[in-house]
């Protein structure tokens, strides 16, 4: 969690010395390459941070281990042809998933920064709305609907210029990552249609209409019009809809661009129509996601301009100044009975000079407290935060020592090799059979840092014993025959034997054992049994298959907990 508190630090922390106090060009590219190089490195190295991250990675190294040619693989794409070309540029710069995240984070933010950069008039602002009304959680959890959104964004020069043909080739060029950005085209089409009581009270009504019947809409859209999308039916994506509470958001910005709107700001801003008219649209999308929580997706290309619509607004408030019939200031009647809230009017609408601070200071703790709603509801599963240096952050010294039974089975082999490295463990590694060559960059990370030598991937079928002990490894040997080694561990008071035949060797075996009792699954791969330092117990045993990418795990509880030795 605390990577994304700082990361808050940082926008609001360098905002008044590279933004506010004497604004320069050169020093907003400072600020927002700053913030922006922080969120592309959380993006970059995360890990298994996102609903759909384990989802993208399976399907990326399903894409790389096909035997397809390239014209195959495009005529048989899963996904849109823009993304596959990403990933099978992320497969000739070595087919790593860490590589494909690289690059997608790149593609996701620099657009965004560029952006903010050219047109923001309050930078700071700008980046602390991409964060706290979570863009930027979306783009990990998202990531093609994010990058497909970054690219419809790029259109504000043209929203501007009213170069509408240049606005919906963007996002035809959107809809190569994610087809669901095509909805901006008739949204932004109806968005040039001025803004009025008669035009929001006309599409308020239809969007009631269909919002009465969108269950039978969707059905026959998924089945008749994007059948591709037909397996969403009968499933909570759209059967279960997001708290009422998540509309509280879109709706505060769509009155703030109303008021701002027919307060002046269409007078001074050619596009504050069209930005008015998106902030309108997306509140009555949001209202379908009450129901469909799916649709969240489809909100991305039309919400993102708020990142330059609400500066435009401040600047617009800061501007306005309000008239009192000659008199200074807010009076009231009774001024005996002036109350704290009258005065704190008074103040706010005096001449309307700190109308634009109040409301930029409204803005802020709206965000945040939705920041902090999203933070708690676990919005995106991109909380807490893990890395590829620690897959298994969030566990605490004592769970790892008085949870083990809950945590260990079936974690992921980044996740093991940091729960390892965490707790005051033994694990002892044998190789059976066929290590194979598809340890991913993560994983070998996660290994150098424990302090292993022997690059994994490299064995050729040799056979490989390693010992790591309060997350420093203390032994390894390997050879072309079967290794089998009698060994003292936690403290010498526990001893057991070790045994590998890597896939050269006469047997294939891995196994740890103590007399007669076996603690590993004994499966080709990765066999590990981790051992209490302190309780003397055998608190996992697991294999993973690294001779395929998805590393399968098979696990087992028979032994999860025996004490070795009398406590």
Same mark, same amino acid.
């Given at each position: 969690?605390?990577?994304?508190?700082?990361?808050?630090?940082?926008?609001?922390?360098?905002?008044?010395?590279?933004?506010?106090?004497?604004?320069?060009? =050169?020093?907003?590219?400072?600020?927002?390459?700053?913030?922006?190089?922080?969120?592309?490195?959380?993006?970059?190295?995360?890990?298994?941070?996102?609903?759909?991250?384990?989802?993208?990675?399976?399907?990326?190294? /399903?894409?790389?281990?096909?035997?397809?040619?390239?014209?195959?693989?495009?005529?048989?794409?899963?996904?849109? &042809?823009?993304?596959?070309?990403?990933?099978?540029?992320?497969?000739?710069?070595?087919?790593?998933?860490?590589?494909?995240?690289?690059?997608?984070?790149?593609?996701?933010?620099?657009?965004?920064?560029?952006?903010?950069?050219?047109?923001?008039?309050?930078?700071?602002?700008?980046?602390?709305?991409?964060?706290?009304?979570?863009?930027?959680?979306?783009? %990990?959890?998202?990531?093609?609907?994010?990058?497909?959104?970054?690219?419809?964004?790029?259109?504000?020069?043209? *929203?501007?210029?009213?170069?509408?043909?240049?606005?919906? @080739?963007?996002?035809?060029?959107?809809?190569?990552?994610?087809?669901?950005?095509?909805?901006?085209?008739?949204?932004?089409?109806?968005?040039?249609?001025?803004?009025?009581?008669?035009?929001?009270?006309?599409?308020?009504?239809?969007?009631?209409?269909?919002?009465? !019947?969108?269950?039978?809409?969707?059905?026959?859209?998924?089945?008749?019009?994007?059948?591709?999308?037909?397996?969403?039916?009968?499933?909570?994506?759209?059967?279960?809809?997001?708290?009422?509470?998540?509309? $509280?958001?879109?709706?505060?910005?769509?009155?703030?661009?109303?008021?701002?709107?027919?307060?002046?700001?269409?007078?001074?801003?050619? /596009?504050?129509?069209?930005?008015?008219?998106?902030?309108?649209?997306?509140?009555?999308?949001?209202?379908?996601?009450?129901?469909?929580? *799916?649709? /969240?997706?489809?909100?991305?290309?039309?919400?993102?301009?708020?990142?330059?619509?609400?500066?435009?607004? &401040?600047?617009?408030? =800061?501007?306005?100044?309000?008239?009192?019939?000659?008199?200074?200031? @807010?009076?009231? =009647?009774?001024?005996?009975?002036?109350?704290?809230?009258?005065?704190? $009017?008074?103040?706010?609408?005096?001449?309307?000079?700190?109308?634009?601070?109040?409301?930029?200071?409204?803005?802020?703790?709206?965000?945040?407290?939705?920041?902090?709603?999203?933070?708690? /509801?676990?919005?995106?599963?991109?909380?807490?935060?893990?890395?590829?240096?620690?897959?298994?952050?969030?566990?605490?010294?004592?769970? %790892?020592?008085?949870?083990?039974?809950?945590?260990?089975?079936?974690?992921?082999?980044?996740?093991?090799?940091? @729960?390892?490295?965490?707790?005051?463990?033994?694990?002892? *590694?044998?190789?059976?059979?066929?290590?194979?060559?598809? @340890?991913?960059?993560?994983?070998?990370?996660?290994?150098? =840092?424990?302090?292993?030598?022997?690059?994994?991937?490299?064995?050729?079928?040799?056979?490989?014993?390693?010992?790591?002990?309060?997350?420093?490894? &203390? !032994?390894?040997?390997?050879?072309?025959?079967?290794?089998?080694?009698?060994?003292?561990?936690?403290?010498?008071?526990?001893?057991?034997?070790?045994?590998?035949?890597?896939?050269?060797?006469?047997?294939?075996?891995?196994?740890?054992?103590?007399?007669?009792?076996?603690?590993?699954?004994? $499966?080709?791969?990765?066999?590990?049994?981790?051992?209490?330092?302190?309780?003397?117990?055998?608190?996992?045993?697991?294999?993973?298959?690294?001779?395929?990418?998805?590393?399968?795990?098979?696990?087992?509880?028979?032994?999860?907990?025996?004490?070795?030795?009398?406590?």
């Amino acid at each position: 969690m605390a990577v994304y508190y700082i990361l808050m630090a940082l926008i609001l922390g360098l905002a008044y010395p590279l933004c506010i106090r004497k604004p320069s060009t =050169k020093k907003n590219i400072i600020y927002v390459c700053i913030v922006f190089g922080y969120m592309f490195l959380m993006s970059a190295f995360r890990y298994g941070i996102g609903n759909d991250f384990f989802n993208y990675r399976y399907f990326f190294y /399903e894409f790389v281990s096909s035997s397809q040619s390239l014209a195959e693989r495009f005529a048989d794409r899963k996904f849109e &042809i823009g993304y596959t070309v990403i990933m099978e540029i992320a497969k000739l710069l070595g087919g790593d998933y860490l590589i494909l995240n690289i690059l997608m984070a790149l593609f996701i933010l620099l657009p965004v920064a560029l952006v903010i950069i050219k047109y923001s008039k309050m930078p700071w602002l700008s980046c602390w709305l991409y964060l706290t009304v979570t863009f930027f959680y979306n783009s %990990l959890n998202f990531t093609r609907q994010s990058l497909a959104a970054s690219i419809v964004l790029l259109s504000y020069y043209f *929203i501007r210029e009213k170069k509408h043909w240049a606005v919906i @080739l963007l996002v035809l060029a959107g809809s190569l990552f994610h087809m669901s950005v095509l909805i901006f085209i008739p949204v932004y089409l109806m968005s040039l249609i001025k803004p009025s009581a008669k035009l929001y009270t006309a599409v308020g009504a239809a969007a009631a209409v269909v919002f009465a !019947f969108s269950d039978k809409i969707l059905e026959f859209l998924l089945t008749k019009v994007i059948s591709g999308y037909s397996e969403y039916l009968n499933t909570v994506f759209l059967g279960v809809g997001l708290s009422w509470t998540y509309l $509280l958001v879109p709706f505060f910005f769509m009155v703030l661009g109303i008021a701002a709107y027919f307060s002046g700001w269409k007078d001074k801003c050619s /596009e504050s129509g069209v930005m008015t008219n998106l902030l309108f649209y997306n509140f009555l999308i949001w209202i379908f996601i009450t129901k469909h929580f *799916i649709l /969240e997706r489809f909100t991305l290309p039309i919400y993102i301009f708020i990142l330059l619509s609400v500066p435009e607004m &401040i600047g617009h408030f =800061k501007e306005i100044r309000f008239k009192s019939d000659g008199q200074k200031g @807010l009076h009231f =009647k009774d001024q005996a009975d002036e109350g704290a809230v009258r005065k704190f $009017l008074g103040y706010v609408l005096k001449n309307g000079k700190s109308l634009w601070a109040v409301l930029t200071g409204v803005i802020l703790i709206v965000t945040v407290t939705y920041n902090d709603m999203c933070i708690h /509801e676990g919005v995106h599963g991109v909380f807490p935060y893990e890395s590829i240096f620690n897959a298994a952050s969030e566990y605490s010294k004592e769970q %790892l020592r008085t949870d083990y039974r809950k945590i260990f089975p079936n974690k992921t082999l980044q996740q093991y090799l940091s @729960l390892i490295s965490k707790g005051d463990y033994t694990a002892v *590694i044998c190789v059976n059979g066929d290590a194979g060559d598809n @340890l991913d960059i993560s994983s070998k990370f996660l290994l150098r =840092k424990l302090g292993f030598k022997t690059d994994l991937n490299k064995l050729d079928g040799q056979s490989y014993i390693g010992v790591v002990s309060g997350g420093k490894v &203390i !032994f390894e040997t390997i050879s072309d025959n079967v290794i089998e080694e009698k060994l003292a561990i936690c403290d010498n008071s526990v001893y057991i034997t070790a045994v590998s035949g890597g896939s050269r060797a006469e047997k294939q075996i891995g196994q740890v054992y103590i007399d007669d009792d076996k603690f590993t699954p004994d $499966l080709n791969g990765l066999n590990f049994a981790v051992f209490d330092n302190e309780l003397k117990k055998i608190v996992a045993a697991q294999t993973y298959d690294t001779s395929v990418y998805q590393y399968t795990c098979t696990n087992t509880t028979a032994f999860y907990g025996e004490i070795l030795i009398e406590e």
